[in-house]
């Protein structure tokens, strides 16, 4: 079968196997189990299936993939290679009403937002799509699905408090459609990161409400190595670009403000519930390793 090519020429395969490292090793067998089900929340990094299900007959020439493959990826995902870690089943789609979400169902869709689609109608950023499935929106599925789970709060909260939340990677998207309204630098930072950060924090501060214990948060990702970003914004002037990775030095200042931001806002709401783990997935770091070193991972920079 023939595999695609992600950035620097890397099988997007390997990316993502690179990115579980830590957790996993493809050919590992599970670790004792110690969480019953997972949730995760997200955008298309994490998306198992949502958009291909919500848009079925509404958008031309949608694709038809068999499970794992109906997804932006010509493979499985970090979720599912943590799934696998963790003795848990690939995580069904939230979408895909009628399924058992008894060990865990998967909310993420492909071009979410942490923040809805009024903030960006209300701040005439009109390049997002007109349907929403936005950080909001899926906690309202969520909350769906719980209903399908556990019959009491108490019997939620103590199923809740046994499983994994995965909370993002939200974030990219909000600051992507803001590029392309054309919003400065120093916009995008100081008005938008905030509130992404904020929307977060409140998300996870809702499942903690629900008897979430364990949430790992991804952080962003260097958008200025992403090759959509390389091409739709190219720039004429080198100084823009990173000599040691050939990527965007300003997207990916954005990626790590973003980063830095939510690692001090989740410091602080750890504090706040003590009773909770929180934790910070680094998602932006072996990334950027690729980028640097692409001969120690089977492939080569292009000139």
């Known amino acids: 079968m023939e595999t695609t090519r992600g950035f620097l020429g890397l099988p997007s395969w390997r990316i993502l196997l690179c990115l579980a490292a830590g957790w996993m090793a493809a050919e590992a067998a599970p670790l004792p189990q110690y969480y019953n089900a997972i949730f995760s929340f997200g955008d298309s990094f994490s998306d198992t299936g949502n958009f291909v299900i919500i848009n079925s007959g509404k958008l031309p020439n949608m694709p038809k993939f068999p499970p794992p493959y109906a997804r932006c990826s010509n493979g499985r995902l970090v979720i599912d290679f943590l799934a696998e870690a963790l003795g848990v089943p690939l995580l069904p789609p939230s979408a895909n009403k009628g399924t058992n979400f008894s060990q865990g169902a998967n909310f993420a869709v492909m071009g979410a937002t942490a923040l809805d689609l009024k903030y960006f109608r209300d701040n005439n950023v009109w390049s997002i799509p007109p349907f929403n499935t936005s950080m909001n929106c899926q906690l309202e599925w969520f909350q769906e699905v719980k209903d399908t789970i556990c019959s009491s709060p ?9 499983a994994l939340f995965v909370f993002g990677e939200l974030g990219g998207n909000d600051y ?35 008897g979430a ?14 090759p959509i970003t390389l091409t739709m914004y190219p720039s004429e002037d080198r100084s823009d670009y990173d000599p040691r990775t050939g990527c965007l030095k300003k997207f990916n200042g954005v990626a790590l403000y973003h980063n830095a931001v939510l690692r001090v806002a989740l410091d602080s709401l750890q504090r706040r519930r003590p009773d909770s783990r929180i ?19 089977g492939t080569r920079r292009e000139p």
């Open 154 to 162: 108490q019997e939620c909260k103590e199923f809740f408090g046994k």
């Open 176 to 210: 992507s459609f803001a590029w392309k309204a054309e919003w400065s630098l120093d916009k995008v930072k100081t008005q938008m990161v905030p509130k992404v950060v904020e929307s977060i924090i409140g998300g996870i501060e809702a499942l903690l409400d629900e």
């Open 213 to 226: 214990r364990h949430v790992l948060v991804p952080g962003n990702l260097p958008a200025g190595c992403i």
């Open 279 to 297: 934790i910070y997935a680094d998602y932006y770091t072996p990334y950027i390793q690729f980028a640097r070193t692409p001969h120690l991972y």
